[in-house]
């Protein structure tokens, strides 16, 4: 569990990750060491997984955001995965429970390079047994989660 104190500085830090921590410090009534080490005790034992920038991918042509359900063959689902972690336009891979046990999410520039995608790579190097896409259409909410 965090204290109040570290739920406070980890709200700031994830209304802007680059807040000086002389500010942080200033608001949670704490001194700028007293912040750092609050932090690396975060880090360390795995509240703050990372401090990163969001990048939009519509303004790198990347306009189509496709969900790929996949059944895989269960003998090569291990050998299956660490393929799938190696494409690059898949930028979340999630093991789930039902029918399809991976959900993958992926970029791309427009529809025929998501065909090309799915015909000379999905198909062709993984053992897939069955599968569905779906092109997000539109982003009603897209949020981390919050403190």
């Known amino acids: ?4 104190k570290d739920e406070i500085i980890l709200s700031i830090l994830q209304n802007g990750a680059r807040t000086p921590i002389s500010e ?6 704490l001194s700028e060491n007293g912040v750092r080490y609050r932090l690396e005790k ?3 034992e795995g509240y703050i997984k990372n401090y990163t920038v969001l990048l939009n991918p519509k303004k790198f042509g ?13 003998k090569k689902t291990n050998e299956s995965i660490k393929k799938l972690i190696q494409i690059e336009e898949l ?6 429970t039902g029918q399809y ?18 015909n000379n790579r999905l198909l062709c190097e993984i053992q897939v ?4 896409v779906e092109i997000i259409t539109k982003s009603i909410k897209d949020s981390v989660y919050h403190v």
């Open 1 to 4: 569990m965090v204290s109040k």
């Open 24 to 29: 942080v410090a200033k608001t949670v009534g």
């Open 42 to 44: 975060l880090e360390d």
């Open 62 to 74: 990347k306009r189509i955001f496709a969900i790929f359900n996949l059944e895989m063959e269960p």
């Open 91 to 96: 930028i979340k891979i999630y093991q789930t």
């Open 101 to 118: 046990s991976i959900k993958a999410f992926g970029l791309f520039n427009d529809e025929d390079e998501l065909t090309s995608f799915i």
């Open 129 to 132: 047994r069955n599968y569905s």
